[in-house]
Nanobody, 118 residues
Framework: QVQLVESGGGLVQPGGSLRLSCAASGSIFTINTMGWYRQSPEKQRELVAAVSTRAYTFYADSVKGRFTISRDNAKNTEYLKMSDLKPEDTEVYYC????????????WGQGNQDTVSS
């Protein structure tokens, strides 16, 4: 079983920055994709950014140029640096891991509320 533990985030003023971390543990396949989703009560969960083991990255249009995703494969940890934050970035952020081992397997972190407010 794989566990994802998130840390970082919290409350920040508009224009500020936050850094999220997600550490994966357990039986993790060498090749995988880690990412961050976010969700608010009135919206569906959306993919914010993702990074593969080989460092290929994806960003949602709404965060391009403001968010940076990275990972440390040796530590099975990913990071999301969020800059120039806006009130509309206020959502619950979830860490995600996707791997294909005898089929598709995905795992989720516990989710953390990040609030951008003055």
């Amino acid at each position: 079983q794989v566990q994802l533990v998130e840390s970082g985030g919290g409350l920040v003023q508009p224009g500020g920055s936050l850094r999220l971390s997600c550490a994966a543990s357990g039986s993790i396949f060498t090749i995988n994709t880690m990412g961050w989703y976010r969700q608010s009560p009135e919206k569906q969960r959306e993919l914010v950014a993702a990074v593969s083991t080989r460092a290929y990255t994806f960003y949602a249009d709404s965060v391009k140029g403001r968010f940076t995703i990275s990972r440390d494969n040796a530590k099975n940890t990913e990071y999301l640096k969020m800059s120039d934050l806006k009130p509309e970035d206020t959502e619950v952020y979830y860490c995600h891991l996707l791997e294909y081992v005898q089929g598709r397997r995905e795992y989720w972190g516990q989710g953390n509320q990040d609030t951008v407010s003055s």
